[in-house]
């Protein structure tokens, strides 16, 4: 008898600035970047565009539709990359561009029953190791982590979720490239993310190691990387090896990738599904006007369909669209840009998307 397992897995949730200003708690909203010193100013920017928005929300009024969706569909695991500290701390690291959010509004992620969060990224150490520590303990009391932890080996440990039949780890990791500093990377003394320093051989050799040591014959293995740059559609042959190096390890099951801002082009390789870049989900981008082209206030949620061995059965996309800092679903034409745009950008992959009638876009190969 065949054992399916439905995943929902997504890009970059980013529940910090603006985000967290409209929810019942809220940090101090003083911002460190060059061009905007308060977080509700990206408040005032989303209302500027789509009108106001009633704040405090509800904690589930940041997914929207979404929710329905997850309500009708069902997976049996839901894993996102959570691109934002949750703490309090003042520690914050000169770099540009910080996210948190008050710990009060956890339940914006238990709202919608996330399984994992995945952290190895370039924003949960955005407030200093204490910052780092508070995250990992506030966000154990609602959901899983991967990616980060107190020490290098809880960092690269899998988040073991558990559903019908059998156990979905989740491995997440992150590189340089996707901005992720070199002193973030956890030690056995220090706490902090996964962090590959390259995608060699060796990193490769390392990896499937480190899945053999936990993955048993029924498991399914998710393995989650933050790599590359925020725009752009070009996948470097590097992602696409490491990538297709994993798979054919027999460790690996599905690869989710993440980091740009946009949904970028996936693959089909030995019956395994690619992600190379989910694009964003919960983002404050809208009302700022740059990098238009990219269309990054629309995004997908992606349910791939796993049978035995981790082989992808079906994958259904469903478009959505950031509105009024809430996740809406697209309109048809919204989701027909997307079905060609990603489409025209899988070129070498040989996968075709269809329009389902229900407005999802099915993956076929």
């Avoid at 190691?209 to 559609?233: L, Q």
């Avoid at 599904?273 to 964003?280: N, P, S």
């Amino acid at each position: 008898m065949t054992t399916e397992t439905c995943l929902f897995l997504c890009g970059d949730v980013m529940t910090g600035r603006a985000i967290d200003q409209i929810m019942p708690h809220s940090v101090d909203p003083a911002l460190h970047e060059r061009r905007m010193k308060s977080a509700t100013g990206y408040v005032s920017l989303a209302e500027k565009v789509n009108g106001p928005i009633s704040c405090p929300v509800s904690f589930d009024y940041i997914w929207g539709d979404a929710m329905k969706e997850l309500h009708n569909r069902q997976p049996d695991a839901r894993i996102i990359n959570l691109e934002t500290a949750v703490t309090l701390s003042d520690d914050w690291t000169p770099k540009g561009i910080n996210y948190r959010m008050h710990p009060g509004n956890l339940p914006c992620l238990s709202s919608v029953q996330i399984d994992c969060c995945v952290l190895a990224n370039n924003h949960v150490l955005d407030w200093g190791e204490s910052g780092l520590r508070e995250t990992l303990q506030n966000l154990r009391q609602v959901t899983l982590v991967a990616g980060a932890g107190e020490t290098a080996n809880l960092a690269s440990a899998p988040a073991i979720i558990h559903v019908p039949g059998r156990r979905v780890l989740v491995f997440s990791a992150s590189i340089g490239s996707s901005g992720v500093p070199l002193d973030w990377a956890a030690t056995d003394t220090r706490p902090g993310v996964s962090r590959l320093d390259n995608l060699s051989a060796n990193s490769i050799e390392q990896i499937i190691k480190n899945v053999a040591k936990f993955r048993k014959p029924e498991d399914i293995v998710v393995f989650s990387i933050h790599w590359g740059p925020n725009w752009g559609y070009r996948i470097p042959l590097a992602h696409r090896r490491f990538a297709r190096r994993l798979i054919d390890s027999g460790q690996v099951d599905i690869i989710h990738g993440h980091s740009s801002h946009h949904p970028q082009g996936l693959e089909v390789y030995r019956g395994k599904l690619i992600l190379y870049g989910c694009g964003d989900f919960i983002n404050d981008y809208e009302g700022i006007p740059f990098k238009k082209k990219y269309r990054s206030d629309l995004c997908l949620m992606y349910f791939p369909v796993l049978g035995d061995n981790g082989q992808l059965v079906q994958c259904a996309m469903v478009p959505m669209k950031i509105h009024r800092l809430s996740v809406q679903y697209a309109s048809t034409e919204e989701a027909a840009w997307l079905s060609k745009r990603l489409t025209k950008k899988s070129p070498k992959f040989n996968i075709r998307l269809g329009s389902n009638s229900d407005g999802s876009i099915d993956l076929r190969w």
